[in-house]
């Protein structure tokens, strides 16, 4: 037994059940598209971006030169610098606009928040660090602290810069190394610079008509206001919220994670619904120590990230080690391709069977509510009606189960979104509900200009700039170098393996990637390396050759970040895109490119 179900004998009416998924796409579509929400930087609703968690301090200006800059400390600065640490290079500066190391795990704690990729695949660097996680899905002080201590470790915190955000990168030809500009005046040089900003950084709110009236207290889920609410991001009860009335604007994964712990203690919830999020089981357990140490020999996380890859819908694994939602649907599509007559086993027969078992999946996380939630209504309101890589799938064991409890109430707005923000509350089909906060969590920006969400540009050879380079959709070899940017290097899935389902897998690779072409420069004495027009054009002719963006950023999604909004978002979703054969594949190629030591496509001066 490996788990996999069989195919279901369910019938599905398939056109009946398409109609029904375009009918409440058709709602929700908007011409406003990514202009419905509001820009926080800079504007009205910049106090909504301010620190709470660490005080500013404040510092001389850099004006020193280092080997490699890397811009953020998230995930992919940190392990971007182990490596370069492990190859050699001691002078790694990290500049964060964070007061600490973190990133996503710096902002996200709000109460609830923790991985939806297991641990054992979704922490960084866990074999050299020697941690153990203590769950299936960790929460996220544990994961901040994975951080800190990578950043410990590698001697990262001696030269990082915090609560500084980059104002300028600008490639001097005449020195062969990057000017890095600052918020606070710094003024530093580097070799190398790597960009590592995380794709859900910007967090925006929606634009609701009358946001700025509202009395009472607000603030975004990634600045949780423990002073207001209680209780603190390990799980403390929010106690501060007995007497309050709070309503929550969004229902995708934050909310889902967020609303079971206000349902315990606020007086009144409201959650405020536009779109319901698929919830399927989470089946959280510790990981008992006895059983990690039987399997944590050496190289045990490599061989974890694989299998877990390998199990995704391109990967031909023959055991599923980590076992959850993310593997279950490819298992599914994979048993019902294996089940299909040779001659339906070609695209056509594989697009059906992925189609037939995200259905089946569909059906059983909307039968999933039924069994939970008690009343008829609201059940019937939680149901998500789109294929199930539409939207972020969510995994939650107390999350449906919390509209059971009568403190909370599900304001659903049919696809329309709340109405207008009054003084007192907020208005849906025209009923005004008095509350005392309103809590966004109405996510980030993501399909919004690159600059934008930076907060800076980068000028390369001959004053080319990045937002002229990839006018056009993003233009790279691997997703790391881009011709025109000398010792320049991404960090993202993109144009790389682009596995969506466990994104540190992708930002630890390149971390090699990097760390493998600066210590092969440094060796050679070159002060220049860059990818040759040539060979970053076959790099992107042949990501266009792949099937590329399936099911997330079609058009007939309901809309949301993963489709643009639902609006065409022309080039770009293009070339917003992976490996053709897949991310096994290419973690697969990548590793012999790194180690024929050739760095094929690279010019290295
Ligand atoms: P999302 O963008 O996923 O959700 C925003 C929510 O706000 C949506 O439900 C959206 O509705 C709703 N919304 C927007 N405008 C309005 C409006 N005018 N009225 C009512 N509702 C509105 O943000 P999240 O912060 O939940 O998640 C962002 C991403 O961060 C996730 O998709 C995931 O990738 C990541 N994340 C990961 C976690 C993990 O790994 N553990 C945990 C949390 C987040 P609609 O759907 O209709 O647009």
Redesign the pocket.
């Known amino acids: 037994m490996d788990g996999t179900p069989a195919p279901s004998t369910r019938v599905i009416d398939r056109e009946a059940l398409l109609a029904k998924y375009r009918a409440e796409r058709d709602k929700?579509l908007r011409p406003d598209g990514n202009a419905q929400y509001l820009e926080l930087k800079g504007g009205r609703f910049a106090h909504y971006l301010e620190d709470p968690y660490t005080p500013f301090v404040e510092r001389e200006p850099k004006t020193d030169h280092v080997t490699f800059a890397f811009v953020g400390g998230g995930f992919a600065g940190l392990v971007t610098g182990a490596r370069l640490v492990e190859a050699g290079v001691k002078d790694v500066r990290i500049v964060e606009k964070g007061g600490d190391f973190g990133g996503t795990w710096y902002w996200?704690r709000y109460p609830g928040?923790?991985?939806?990729?297991a641990s054992m695949v979704y922490m960084p660097l866990l074999e050299e660090t020697g941690h153990m996680p203590s769950e299936k899905y960790a929460h996220a002080p544990e994961i901040l602290a994975q951080c800190q201590r990578i950043g410990r470790q590698y001697q990262l915190y001696d030269n990082a810069l915090f609560h500084t955000e980059i104002t300028s990168l600008d490639w001097d030809q005449a020195g062969q190394r990057w000017v890095i500009r600052t918020n606070r005046g710094d003024r530093f040089t580097a070799s190398f610079i790597g960009l590592g900003t995380g794709p859900?950084h910007v967090p925006k709110l929606?634009g609701?008509p009358g946001i700025e009236d509202f009395k009472g207290h607000s603030f975004h889920?990634s600045r949780w206001d423990y002073d207001y609410t209680g209780g603190d991001p390990l799980g403390a009860p929010m106690d501060k919220l007995a007497d309050k009335r709070v309503a929550i604007?969004?229902?995708?994964?934050?909310?889902v994670?967020a609303v079971p712990h206000l349902a315990k203690t606020a007086k009144q919830l409201l959650v405020?619904?536009?779109?319901p999020s698929s919830i399927d089981v989470r089946a959280n357990a510790p990981i008992d120590p006895e059983w990690f140490q039987g399997i944590a020999e050496e190289g045990w996380q490599q061989r974890w990230l694989e299998n877990f890859t390998d199990n995704q819908a391109m990967g031909d694994a023959k055991e599923d080690l980590v076992q959850d939602g993310w593997t279950d649907l490819s298992r599914r599509i994979r048993a019902r391709i294996s089940s299909l007559p040779p001659e339906q086993r070609n695209p056509l027969g594989m697009l059906a069977a992925f189609e037939q078992s995200d259905f089946e999946k569909m059906e059983e996380i909307r039968d999933r509510v039924d069994q939970i939630v008690g009343d008829r209504e609201t059940a019937e309101k939680l149901k998500a009606w789109y294929r199930q890589l539409c939207?972020?799938p969510c995994f939650h064991d107390a999350y449906l189960q919390a509209f059971n409890n009568p403190n909370v109430r599900l304001i659903d707005?049919d696809g329309k979104?709340?109405e207008r923000i009054t003084e007192q509350g907020l208005m849906v089909a025209g009923v005004e509900y008095e509350v005392d906060c309103i809590i966004y969590?109405?996510?980030?920006e993501v399909g919004t200009e690159y600059k934008r969400r930076a907060g800076f540009d980068v000028t390369g050879r001959d004053g080319l700039t990045l937002s002229q380079a990839w006018a056009e959709g993003m233009r790279s070899k691997h997703g790391i170098h881009v011709h025109g940017f000398p010792n320049l290097f991404f960090v993202s899935p993109t144009q790389g393996a682009n596995l969506i389902s466990n994104v540190p897998h992708n930002l630890t690779d390149s971390g090699r990637t990097i760390a493998a072409v600066v210590k092969h420069a440094l060796d050679l004495g070159a002060h220049e390396v860059e990818v040759t027009q040539e060979a970053q054009d076959a790099w992107v002719n042949l990501l266009l050759t792949g099937p590329g963006r399936m099911m997330m950023g079609s058009s007939d999604c309901t809309?949301?970040?993963y489709n643009n909004e639902g609006q065409d978002a022309g080039l770009a979703a293009k070339y917003n895109v992976g490996y053709p054969a897949g991310a096994s594949a290419y973690f697969r190629y990548i590793d012999a490119w790194r180690k024929s030591g050739a760095f094929e496509g690279l010019a290295f001066r």
């Open positions: 929700r996200n928040a923790q991985c939806d990729t859900l929606p609701i889920t604007i969004g229902t995708g994964a934050t909310s994670q405020f619904q536009r779109t939207k972020r707005t979104g709340v969590a109405s996510g980030f809309p949301g970040y």
